[in-house]
């Protein structure tokens, strides 16, 4: 075996309430436009045919409670309150039945994105990726294991800046749901343990500025909190 040339920096490991070891962060898919009242307010109708995805580096991944730098090249960084499902169990091809029982965990989710350049991105008609595919961006509560959290249903999701509440809905509100969102993706990937999968944030995302506490939670599972420090 040959030795690397250079060592990559370690890539969080997520808590998982009750256990001692953490969950390894793998590939972390991100489904877009999941909550018909965000799309209405990003001026795009809602595609109901099937879900669409963009993805984010397990480096982008960050825990909660940390204090990140506001990130360089936007003057509009948006945060976005997600449910995140953590896959447990190889499934390819899935069935609705397969689907469900490949979620290990649920958690609560920050996707941070610079939606300026997302915005230009897809004015061109270009990926998406220097908006989405943020340094910091992809943080993540502690996870709580499907069994403990029960179904997916009318639990409330809510996101707060500096105690004012922005985001206030519930899972209920989904457009594709936990099963459908896994149905789909694993047509095309091999999902595997270590997938993570950000399911979409309701209406009321807006910007933050440097200083500003972003808290958010959804009911059942544990809150998230993150820190917005000076661009560095």
């Not at 580096?57 to 995140?84: I, K, Q, R």
Request: proline residues 7%.
């Amino acid at each position: 075996m040959t030795n690397p040339l250079f060592t990559l920096p370690a890539v969080p490991g997520i808590p998982v309430r009750g256990e001692d070891a953490t969950y390894p962060v793998g590939r972390i898919f991100c489904v877009g436009r999941n909550y018909a009242a965000h799309a209405a307010e990003m001026g795009i109708e809602v595609d109901r045919q099937t879900p669409f995805y963009f993805t984010k580096t397990p480096s982008a991944a960050v825990l909660s409670g940390a204090s990140v730098p506001y990130p360089p090249g936007t003057d509009n960084f948006h945060y976005e309150m997600e449910l995140a499902l953590a896959i447990g169990a190889p499934v390819f091809r899935a069935s609705k039945e397969q689907a469900l029982g490949a979620v290990y965990a649920y958690g609560c989710a920050l996707d941070m994105t610079r939606r300026d350049l997302q915005l230009a991105e897809r004015a061109k008609q270009r990926p998406w990726d220097l908006g989405k595919d943020v340094e910091n961006s992809a943080v993540f509560a502690p996870l709580t294991k499907a069994a403990d959290f029960g179904v997916v249903a009318n639990q409330r999701i809510h996101l707060a800046v500096n105690g004012d509440v922005k985001q206030d809905a519930t899972l209920e509100e989904l457009i594709w749901k936990v099963d459908e969102i896994i149905c789909h993706l694993s047509r095309f990937y091999h999902l595997r343990p270590g997938d993570l999968i950000l399911t979409g944030t309701p209406a009321g995302v807006g910007p933050v500025l440097a200083g500003d506490v972003i808290t958010g939670g959804i009911d059942g599972l544990d809150p998230i909190a993150l820190t917005l420090t000076d661009a560095k």
